[in-house]
C-alpha cells in the first residue's frame, strides 16, 4: 500500500506527498522524522526496534542510535502525545517504539469504473491461530487446562507467550501448572525451569527466583548446553551461578564481566532464553510472584515486549489479594502488560460441589458417584470448594477410621467436621489437626525448618536442632513420600563442602502455622544457630546468601551482624543495577542500626550506610527528592561528627547543588570555597575533583571566566579518576561547563574539543543519564555557535532520553533548548509554547538555577513571533532576576539593545549595546563582546559614525585566535570589509 493514505483519527498521513495533516491543518515535519513516522504506521501493533528503524530511515548512513529517540520526540510534539500515557506512539523500554493506533487505508479509486469514491479498509494483522494440545484431566479445572494449551501450541509456532495463573492461597495454582506440565510432556520435549519466590527473601536478592530456574536446568541430563548457551549468551548470569562452574571458571568468569548493568542483564538474558527456545521449546515457572523482587518483574516484562519469535512460555503464579493489600508492583507491571496485550491470564476460582465428588472418585479409584454425591455437600459446604481446604478434610476425615467409605454415616462426617473445625473454620485450624497426627519428633523437625525458610537445607536443620543430618533428612524423605507438609527438592551443595537435601513446604501456609507455634525465645535461638551454620557454610562467598543471613540475624536480634549482611546485599544489588532492592537493603540496615547505643564506631558505620543510600537516592529519585535531601543532610551531620574528610566532601558537593538550585549564589560561592578546603585536606583525585567542578560551574554562572577555566584546568588533572568518573554526570558536567566557558572567552574551536569528550565519554558509558547530559550540552553550544538545526537536533535527543528514563529535570532543560530552536527554524509559536513548558516545569519543581539563560532565550523566541513588547517586558523580568547570575546578563542586555534600535530608540539602544560591551569586558566575555561590538558598530554605520565603528569592530576581532568558520566571525569579518570600503 505504498501511494494509499493512512488514517488514524484525527490525523491523516500521505506518503506520495510527504503530508501529515490534522483535518485540513498540514503539521510541518522533518523529512527524516515523517519517514520514521510512516515506517511506524506502516507496521502498527508491531515492536519496531531502534536498529529496523536506523536500516529504514537511515540505510548505508552512519549517525548516532540516539537519532531515532529524537525524530520519535518531534512526533509525539506534532501528535499531541504524552510518552507516559500514549494514544499514538509507546516507548518499548530499551527496545524501541510501537504505534498504538488503529490504521486504516485510503485509497483513491480507478473513477473510470467505480466513480470518484474512497475506498477505506482496517490494515490486516493476520487471523489469530488456535491450537489444541493434549488435555490432562484435572478437578474442576478442565476450560482452564484448555486455554493453557491452546496458548503452548502458539509458543510451538515461535509465539512467544507470558501467563499468570492468579488465585487465593490453596486454590490449586502449583497442582493446576503441574497438571499442565505433565500434559505437554508426553507428546513434546520441553525443557521446564522452575523458581520460586520467597517472602522473607524475595524482595531482597533481585532475579533470584529466575536464577533459581536456570540453575535446575543447568544441573538436569543435558544441562551442559543450557551453561554453554549462557556462557555465550548470558555470562554476567552464568557468573551468579557458582554451583554450575569450577571454582577457576567463576573466577575467569567474574573478572571478564566487569561494568555489569541492569540494562546488560536483561539484554543477554533475553538472546540466551531465545537461543535456548531454539533447540527446544522452554517454559519457565516462577511461583509466588507476588512476593517477587522488582528486578525479576522487570526481566518478564522486558521478555514479554520482546518481538523475536521465540519457542517460549513463561508461567507465573500469584494471589491477588497479596498484591492488592501490598501495593506490589506486581499489580502495575502485570495491567501495563495486559493493556498492550503483551500477557495472558487465567484466574483460578474455586471448585463446585461436583467438583468436590470428582475429587473423591479419583482420589479413591471408585465408583462412587453416589455415594459421593451425598457426601461431598458436607464437605464443599465446609469448605467454599477451596481446594487445600477441601483436601485437609479429606484428609482428617480418613483418619477418623476410614469414615468416608461408609457411605450412610454421611451425619457422622458433619458431626465430626462440626466438633474438629470450631469457629474460625480457616485452613490453620486445618494444618493444627494434620501436624497433630505427626510424631512429635516430625512436628518439632518442621517447625524447624519453618525458622529455616518456605525453602530449607537440612544441614540448616540439623544444625539448629543439633541433631544428625541423616536424621533430618530421613524424617523430611518420609514426609515428602507421603506428600505431608514438604517435598523434595534435590541436593544442595554449599562452599564448605555440605551436601545435604533440599526440601520445600508444600504451601507458605504449612510454613507459617508452623513457625507461630514456636515461643519468641525458641525462634531467636534457632535463627541464630542457623545464620552461624549457614555463615560457616558459605565462608568467603557468603554475600551469595546476604539477604537471607541478614533476615536470620535481624530475627536472632543480633543487630550487628544482621547490618553487615543488610549492607553487604545492597552492596551486591547496586552491582546488578536493582537500585530498589538496594535502597530497601539499605534502609533496613539504618533502621536497626538506629536500635544500637551511641558511639563512634555506630556513627562511622551509619555515615557509611547513608551515603550509599544518598548515591542509589541521587539516581531513582534525584538531588531535589525529599529522601535525598534528609539523607545527605544526615550524612553531613555524621561527616563533621566523625571527622571522615573524603565522605564530608561528598556531602558539602550535595548541599552544594541544592544551594545552587535555588539558586543562592552567595552561599554557592561560599560552600564552593569550603569543599576546595576539605579537598585540598582529604588531597585525593576524586574529592579534589568534585570541589573544581563545583567551583568551575559557580564561576562560571557568577560570571567570573578567568576564574572559572582556572579551576578547570585544575579539575583536567582529575577528570579521569574512576572513583570521579563513577557518579552520575560528574565527568559530563566537568566538561560541559568547561565547553561553555570556553565559548564565552572566544575559544570556539576550544569548546568543541572539550564537548566532543563528554560526548564520546557519554556514548561509552551505559548510565543514560550521562548521555542526557552531553545531549544537552551539545545543544546548548549549537545555541552559542547560532546552529538551531544542530541544537534541535541534540536538544530532541536530550528530551527524548529524559522521558524515556523519566530525568525530570532533563526534560524540561531540553524543552527551553528545543524552543529556542524551533523558533529559530521558523516554528516561532511552537518554541514559545515549549520554552514556556520548559519555565513552568522548572518552576514547579523549584530549580531555578540558569532561569535568566532561559527567559532571554523566550524573549528571542516572543520577538521572532512579533511580540516586542512581550520580549522587552521579558528582559526587564530576566535583568531583575537572580542578581547574582552574571554569565547570561550580556545577551539580555545586548538582545535589549536589538530591540531598542527595532522600535526606533536609537539613543537608548546605543546605551544599552555599550553597557553589555561593558560588562563582556569585566568578565572576559569575548565572544559575547564581539556580539554587542557587531549591535553596536552596525548602529554607528547607520548614522554616518562608520570609522568609529570599524576601528572598535577590528579591535576586537583581532583578539580571536580560533573559530573562524562560526556565523559570529563571518559576519563580523564581512561587515569590517564593507565599513573598510
Known amino acids: 500500500m505504498p501511494s494509499e493514505t493512512r488514517l488514524f483519527p484525527p490525523f491523516r498521513l500521505d506518503p506520495a506527498n510527504a503530508q501529515l495533516w490534522r483535518a485540513d491543518e498540514e503539521i510541518s515535519l522533518r523529512p527524516k522524522t515523517f519517514e520514521v513516522l510512516r515506517y511506524l504506521v506502516d507496521h502498527p501493533g508491531q515492536l519496531v526496534t531502534k536498529a529496523a528503524l536506523l536500516d529504514a530511515v537511515w540505510p548505508e548512513v552512519s549517525v548516532s542510535d540516539t537519532m531515532p529517540a529524537s525524530c520519535v520526540a518531534e512526533l509525539r510534539r506534532a501528535l499531541n502525545d504524552d510518552a507516559k500515557a500514549p ?3 509507546e516507548t518499548v523500554h530499551r527496545r524501541g517504539y510501537r504505534f498504538l493506533a488503529k490504521v486504516s487505508t485510503e485509497a483513491i479509486c480507478d473513477t473510470k469504473a467505480i466513480g470518484n469514491t474512497r475506498a477505506i479498509r482496517e490494515v490486516d494483522s493476520g487471523p489469530l491461530r488456535k491450537r489444541t494440545g493434549p488435555k490432562a484431566i484435572v478437578v474442576g479445572r478442565q476450560a482452564e487446562l484448555d486455554q493453557i494449551q491452546s496458548w503452548y501450541a502458539d509458543v510451538l509456532e515461535a509465539e512467544r507467550q507470558v501467563v499468570f495463573v492468579s488465585g487465593e492461597a490453596g486454590i490449586g495454582k502449583t497442582t493446576f501448572v503441574q497438571a499442565f506440565l505433565v500434559s505437554i510432556a508426553r507428546d513434546n520435549k520441553a525443557r521446564v525451569g522452575r523458581g520460586q519466590c520467597l517472602e522473607q527473601y524475595g524482595s531482597g536478592e533481585p532475579y533470584m527466583p529466575v536464577l533459581e530456574a536456570l540453575s535446575r536446568l543447568g544441573r538436569e541430563r543435558e544441562g551442559g548446553q543450557v551453561v554453554e548457551v549462557l556462557g555465550k549468551f548470558a555470562p554476567t548470569w552464568l557468573a551468579q551461578m557458582p554451583g554450575l562452574l569450577t571454582r577457576e571458571e567463576r573466577v575467569r568468569l567474574q573478572s571478564e564481566i566487569q561494568g555489569v548493568t541492569q540494562q546488560r542483564m536483561l539484554r543477554e538474558i533475553g538472546e540466551a532464553l531465545e537461543a535456548l527456545a531454539a533447540e527446544s521449546p522452554l517454559v519457565l515457572l516462577i511461583e509466588d510472584l507476588h512476593w517477587s523482587d522488582f528486578s525479576t518483574l522487570e526481566l518478564i516484562s522486558a ?16 494471589r491477588p489479594v497479596e498484591i492488592l493489600a501490598n501495593d506490589h508492583p506486581l499489580r502495575t507491571m502485570k495491567q501495563e502488560l495486559a493493556l498492550h496485550g503483551y500477557c495472558q491470564e487465567l484466574r483460578l476460582n474455586l471448585l463446585s460441589q461436583q467438583n468436590v465428588v470428582d475429587y473423591l472418585i479419583k482420589r479413591f479409584s471408585v ?11 458436607v464437605i464443599h459446604a465446609r469448605t467454599d470448594g477451596n481446594p487445600l481446604f477441601m483436601v485437609n478434610v479429606v484428609d482428617y476425615l480418613l483418619g477418623k477410621a476410614g469414615i468416608l467409605m461408609r457411605t450412610q454415616e454421611v451425619s457422622g462426617v458433619e458431626a465430626i467436621i462440626a466438633k474438629g473445625f470450631d469457629t474460625p473454620h480457616g485452613i490453620r485450624e486445618m494444618i493444627e489437626r494434620n501436624l497433630e497426627r505427626l510424631k512429635p519428633e516430625e512436628q518439632a523437625i518442621l517447625e524447624c525448618a519453618s525458622v529455616a525458610g518456605a525453602e530449607f537445607s537440612a544441614a540448616s536443620v540439623a544444625a539448629a536442632l543439633e541433631r544428625p543430618q541423616n536424621e533430618i533428612e530421613a524424617c523430611c524423605s518420609r514426609l515428602s ?8 527438592q534435590g541436593p544442595v551443595t554449599w562452599p564448605d563442602g555440605t551436601i545435604a537435601t533440599g526440601f520445600r513446604f508444600n504451601h507458605a501456609l504449612y510454613q507459617e502455622v508452623l513457625y507461630s507455634r514456636l515461643p519468641a525465645g525458641h525462634q531467636i535461638q534457632l535463627h541464630r544457630l542457623i545464620a552461624l551454620r549457614e555463615e560457616a557454610g558459605y565462608g568467603e562467598r557468603a554475600g551469595e546468601v546476604a539477604t537471607e543471613l541478614a533476615y536470620h540475624y535481624s530475627r536472632a536480634n543480633n543487630k550487628n551482624k544482621a547490618i553487615q549482611y543488610f549492607q553487604l546485599a545492597g552492596e551486591r544489588a547496586v552491582g546488578r543495577c536493582a537500585f530498589t532492592e538496594a535502597e530497601k537493603a539499605y534502609r533496613q540496615a539504618l533502621t536497626l542500626l538506629k536500635l544500637l547505643a551511641g558511639s563512634p564506631e555506630r556513627d562511622a558505620r551509619e555515615l557509611e550506610l547513608a551515603s550509599a543510600l544518598f548515591r542509589v537516592l541521587f539516581i531513582t529519585k534525584g538531588y531535589s527528592a525529599r529522601e535525598s535531601i534528609e539523607t545527605a543532610a544526615r550524612a553531613r551531620v555524621l561527616a563533621e561528627k566523625t571527622g571522615n574528610v573524603a ?11 541544592v544551594v545552587l538550585a535555588l539558586p543562592d549564589y552567595p552561599n554557592a560561592i561560599a560552600l564552593a570555597d569550603q569543599l576546595l578546603d576539605l579537598a585540598q585536606r582529604e588531597d585525593s583525585h576524586a574529592s579534589l575533583g568534585f570541589a573544581h567542578m563545583a567551583n568551575l560551574q559557580t564561576r562560571y554562572l557568577c560570571g567570573d571566566l578567568a576564574a572559572a577555566e582556572e579551576h578547570f584546568r585544575r579539575l583536567n588533572e582529575h577528570l579521569e579518576d574512576a572513583a570521579f568518573k563513577q557518579f552520575p554526570g560528574a565527568f559530563v558536567i566537568g566538561l560541559g561547563f568547561a565547553t561553555v566557558t570556553a565559548w564565552s572567552m572566544g575559544r570556539a574551536d576550544t569548546a568543541r574539543e572539550r564537548l566532543a569528550r563528554a560526548i564520546a565519554f557519554a556514548c561509552e558509558s551505559e548510565n543514560p543519564y550521562d548521555l542526557a547530559l552531553a545531549r544537552f550540552f551539545e545543544s546548548w553550544l549549537y545555541q552559542l555557535l547560532r546552529n538551531p538545526q544542530a541544537s534541535e537536533n541534540a536538544s530532541a535527543q536530550a528530551l527524548a532520553i529524559s522521558e524515556e528514563h523519566s530525568f525530570t529535570y532533563g526534560n524540561y532543560l531540553a524543552h527551553c533548548r528545543m524552543g529556542w530552536a524551533r523558533a529559530q527554524l521558523g516554528y516561532t509559536s511552537e518554541g514559545v509554547a515549549l520554552i514556556r513548558k520548559g519555565l513552568a516545569g522548572l518552576e514547579e519543581i523549584g530549580a531555578r538555577q540558569t532561569l535568566t539563560n532561559f527567559l532571554t532565550l523566550l524573549a528571542e523566541a516572543q520577538a521572532l513571533d512579533g511580540a516586542t513588547a512581550d520580549a522587552l517586558s521579558t528582559l526587564e523580568e530576566v535583568l531583575q532576576t537572580n542578581p547574582g547570575e552574571i554569565a547570561f546578563r550580556p545577551r539580555s542586555i545586548d538582545l535589549r539593545a536589538e530591540l531598542e534600535l527595532k522600535i526606533g530608540r536609537t539613543e537608548l539602544a546605543e546605551a544599552s549595546f555599550r553597557e553589555a560591551i561593558a560588562l563582556t569586558q569585566n568578565m572576559g566575555a569575548t565572544a559575547w563582546e564581539l556580539r554587542a561590538t557587531m549591535g553596536l558598530a552596525r548602529l554607528l554605520r547607520d548614522i554616518g559614525r562608520r570609522e568609529k565603528a570599524h576601528a572598535m569592530l577590528a579591535e576586537i576581532y583581532g583578539r580571536f585566535t580560533e573559530g573562524f568558520d562560526t556565523v559570529d566571525l563571518k559576519e563580523a569579518k564581512s561587515l569590517i570589509d564593507e565599513l573598510s570600503a
Open 481 to 488: 513420600r507421603r506428600q505431608q507438609f514438604v517435598s523434595a
Open 303 to 318: 521478555i514479554a515486549r520482546r518481538s523475536e519469535p521465540a519457542r517460549l512460555m513463561f508461567i507465573g503464579t500469584y
Open 647 to 657: 565522605q564530608l566532601v561528598l556531602q558539602v558537593y550535595a548541599a552544594w547543588a
Open 87 to 89: 494514544k499514538f506512539i
Open 367 to 377: 465408583d462412587g458417584s453416589r455415594r459421593f454425591g451425598t457426601l461431598a455437600p
